[in-house]
């Protein structure tokens, strides 16, 4: 089993930055990708970024330049730094494991998922 509890959301302005971090437990930690997505009222959950084990990273193309993602497997921790945030950008982010396999961009590809914390850009 793995548990996945994301923190780090919160209200910005338009321009601003915030950090997302996302807590596993599980000693699968370090063998597994680790995806970011996100889901705005109304709209399907869409992926964000990934990493995967070997410290490859991937970014949904909107997203490119302005988020970072990285993993500390030391701490059991994934990361997501976000600069320059847009209103289109507010959604409730989620951080979710896939423990085989190098990774996808399919929500269904993914085997644990945290909660979700709440990030809204304000114009």
């Known amino acids: 089993q793995v548990q996945l509890v994301e923190s780090g959301g919160g209200l910005v302005q338009a321009g601003g930055s915030l950090r997302l971090s996302c807590a596993a437990s599980?000693?699968?930690?370090?063998?597994?990708?680790m995806g970011w997505f996100r889901q705005a009222p109304g709209k399907q959950r869409e992926w964000v970024a990934v990493?995967?084990?070997?410290?490859?990273?991937f970014y949904e193309d909107s997203v490119k330049g302005r988020f970072t993602i990285s993993r500390d497997n030391a701490k059991n921790t994934v990361y997501m730094e976000m600069s320059s945030l847009k209103p289109e950008d507010t959604a409730v982010y989620y951080c979710?494991?896939?423990?085989?396999?190098?990774?996808?961009?399919?929500?269904?590809?993914?085997?644990?998922w945290g909660l979700g914390t709440q990030v809204t850009v304000s114009s």
């Open positions: 990493i995967t084990s070997g410290g490859s990273t």
């Open positions: 599980g000693r699968t930690f370090s063998s597994a990708a």
């Open positions: 979710a494991a896939r423990l085989i396999g190098t990774f996808t961009t399919t929500p269904r590809g993914y085997d644990y």
